[in-house]
C-alpha cells in the first residue's frame, strides 16, 4: 500500500541553525500539507501546498519556514534559524484531491529537537 | 475561526465496556475526521463522515456526526487492551481541506 515517507526520523539541530525536513508523498497525490505538534499537545496545522504554490499558511508558518517541491516527488519545510520552540514533531500529510471523500495520509512524523 | 474540543482528554475504561468520546467544533464544516495515534507514531485514518446522519463502524469503533449540533462522537464497545491510544476528531477547515484537530482523548484499556 502506498505511504507518505519523511527523513529524518529524527533531527537534532542548534538553535539558529537552519534544517529542511523531507517527505515523499504518495504518487498520485497533488495536495501537501505540513502540520506539527509539540509533545503531549494536538496537531496544528502549519501549511498546504498545490500546483506549486501555498495555498494557506497558519499564523505559525512565518518567514522563518518555506516550503518547495524541489523535483517530482519531494516536498520539503525548512526552517532557516530554529528556535527552542520549533522543537516538536512534524508531520507530512497528502491527498489525492479535496473532494468529499478524500483523506489526508499522514507520514511517520520528523522529530526536531532544538537544543 | 474553526475550533475543534474533545472531552473527555483521558479516559481509563476496563476491558469489555463501553464508552464515548465527545467531538464539538465552533463553526460548519464539511468533513468529520477521526484519526488513531499511538505513542511516537503518526496518525492513522480511521473514518471520514460527511453529512447529517452519517455513522461509519469499523469492528468496535463507530463514528457518527450531527452537523446541526456540530457534534461527532466515537462510540467504543466492549473495549480490548488493542484500543488503547490517543483518537483525534478533526474538522476540515475550508477549502485547501487543512484539518483543525480537537486536544485528542487518551485512551488507555486495562485488563
Known amino acids: 500500500e502506498p505511504e507518505v515517507t519523511q527523513t529524518p526520523s529524527h533531527q537534532v539541530t542548534q538553535m539558529g541553525q537552519e534544517v529542511i525536513l523531507r517527505c515523499v508523498p504518495i504518487?498520485?497525490?497533488?495536495?501537501f500539507y505540513w502540520y506539527r505538534q509539540i509533545l503531549g499537545q494536538k496537531v496544528e496545522f502549519l501549511v498546504s501546498?498545490?500546483?506549486?504554490?501555498?495555498?494557506?499558511k497558519s499564523e505559525i508558518f512565518d518567514d522563518q519556514f518555506s516550503v518547495e517541491r524541489p523535483d517530482g516527488s519531494n516536498f520539503t519545510l525548512k526552517i532557516r534559524s530554529t528556535k527552542l520552540e520549533d522543537s516538536a514533531m512534524y508531520f507530512c500529510?497528502?491527498?489525492?484531491?479535496?473532494?468529499?471523500?478524500?483523506?489526508?495520509?499522514f507520514g511517520p512524523g520528523t522529530r526536531l529537537t532544538v537544543l | 475561526e474553526l475550533k475543534v474540543e474533545q472531552n473527555p482528554l483521558f479516559l481509563s475504561m476496563q476491558e469489555g465496556k463501553n464508552y464515548t468520546i465527545y467531538c464539538n467544533y465552533s463553526?460548519?464544516?464539511?468533513?468529520l475526521y477521526w484519526y488513531r495515534q499511538d505513542p511516537g507514531k503518526s496518525l492513522e485514518s480511521l473514518f471520514v463522515?460527511?453529512?447529517?446522519?452519517a455513522v461509519k463502524q469499523e469492528g468496535r469503533l463507530m463514528a457518527s456526526l450531527d452537523t446541526k449540533a456540530r457534534l461527532s462522537t466515537l462510540h467504543i464497545t466492549a473495549a480490548v487492551h488493542d484500543l488503547s491510544a490517543t483518537y483525534f476528531c478533526?474538522?476540515?477547515?475550508?477549502?485547501?481541506?487543512?484539518?483543525?484537530f480537537g486536544t485528542g482523548t487518551l485512551l488507555a484499556v486495562q485488563p
Open positions: 500529510a497528502s491527498s489525492e484531491t479535496v473532494g468529499a471523500m478524500d483523506t489526508q495520509y
Open positions: 504518487s498520485n497525490h497533488l495536495y
Open positions: 478533526a474538522a476540515d477547515g475550508g477549502a485547501t481541506n487543512k484539518l483543525i
Open positions: 463553526t460548519t464544516s464539511d468533513r
Open positions: 501546498f498545490y500546483n506549486n504554490e501555498i495555498s494557506e
Open positions: 463522515l460527511l453529512s447529517n446522519g
